[in-house]
C-alpha cells in the first residue's frame, strides 16, 4: 500500500521560502510508472496544480506558470521522497498544501491516486 | 490553460435518489493516441485530502462504489450518484489532465435535502 507522509512548517514568513518534504513508502520516487506532484487548495484558488518531478530515464520537472518562477521540486532519492520549495511567499500563497502520485505507464497516466495528509501553510509575519 | 466548469455549484439530494454533477472542459481532453479522456473525478470531505473516484472519465478507481459512474468524451462529461447514501455527502471535483498544468473544476457540493 503506497503511503505518503508530509512534513513542515505551518507558519512562513512574507518574502521567505515555504518548504514541505513527502515521504514515500510503497512506492519509489524514481519509480519509471509514476508522477510525483504538488497540489494547493484555497478558498480563494481552490486546487490548484502546482508541480510534478518524474523520472523516464531521466529527471524532468514541470510547473505551473503561475509559480514557474518561484517553485522547486526536487527528488531525493536516498531518503524516498521530493520537496517542494516556493521562494518569496506571500499571504496569497496561504493554503493547504498536498502532495500526490499520478502513475503514468508509457503513453497512458491516470488519476492522482495517492495523496498526502495535507500541511496547512499561513504566510503571515 | 483548460478551464473546467463544473454544474451545478452545489446540490440537495434525497437519500436513496439519484445525484448528477457536470462538467465541462473549454477543450477537448480525449486523448487520440489510446483514445481515452483524460479527466478525473475525485470526492473530498472535510479534513481530508481529495480521494480520486474515476479516471479516464468512466474507470472506477478500486475499491469505490459501484453506485458511482463517470460517463462523457470530449468537452462534456458526468458524474453520477445512483442512490444517494449519507456518506456521499462532499465536494465534488472534476480534472483535466490531458495537458499541463492539470486544472480543476470549482467543486460541486453534495447535500441532502
Known amino acids: 500500500q503506497v503511503q505518503l507522509q508530509q512534513s513542515g512548517p505551518g507558519l512562513v514568513k512574507p518574502s521567505q521560502t515555504l518548504s514541505l518534504t513527502c515521504a514515500i513508502s510503497g512506492d519509489s520516487v524514481s519509480s519509471n510508472s509514476a508522477t510525483w506532484n504538488w497540489v494547493r487548495q484555497s478558498p480563494s484558488r481552490g486546487l490548484e496544480w502546482l508541480g510534478r518531478t518524474y523520472y523516464k530515464s531521466k529527471w524532468y520537472n514541470d510547473y505551473a506558470v503561475s509559480v514557474k518562477s518561484r517553485i522547486n521540486i526536487n527528488p531525493d532519492t536516498s531518503k524516498n521522497q521530493f520537496s517542494l520549495q516556493l521562494n518569496s511567499v506571500t499571504p496569497e500563497d496561504t493554503a493547504v498544501y498536498y502532495c500526490?502520485?499520478?502513475?503514468?505507464?508509457?503513453?497512458?497516466?491516470?488519476?492522482?491516486?495517492?495523496w498526502g495528509q495535507g500541511t496547512t501553510v499561513t504566510v503571515s509575519s | 490553460d483548460i478551464v473546467m466548469t463544473q454544474s451545478p455549484d452545489s446540490l440537495a439530494v434525497s437519500l436513496g435518489e439519484r445525484a448528477t454533477i457536470n462538467c465541462k472542459s473549454s477543450q477537448s481532453v480525449l486523448y487520440s493516441s489510446d483514445n481515452k479522456n483524460y479527466l478525473a473525478w475525485y470526492q473530498q470531505k472535510p479534513g481530508q485530502p481529495p480521494k480520486l473516484l474515476v479516471y479516464w472519465a468512466s474507470t472506477r478507481e478500486s475499491g469505490v462504489p459501484d453506485r458511482f459512474s463517470g460517463s462523457g468524451s470530449g468537452t462534456d462529461f458526468t458524474l453520477t450518484i445512483s442512490s444517494l447514501q449519507p456518506e456521499d455527502v462532499a465536494v465534488y471535483y472534476c480534472q483535466q489532465y490531458y495537458s499541463s498544468p492539470d486544472t480543476f473544476g470549482q467543486g460541486t457540493k453534495l447535500e441532502i435535502k
Open positions: 500526490a502520485r499520478r502513475i503514468a505507464v508509457a503513453r497512458t497516466a491516470y488519476g492522482l491516486d495517492v
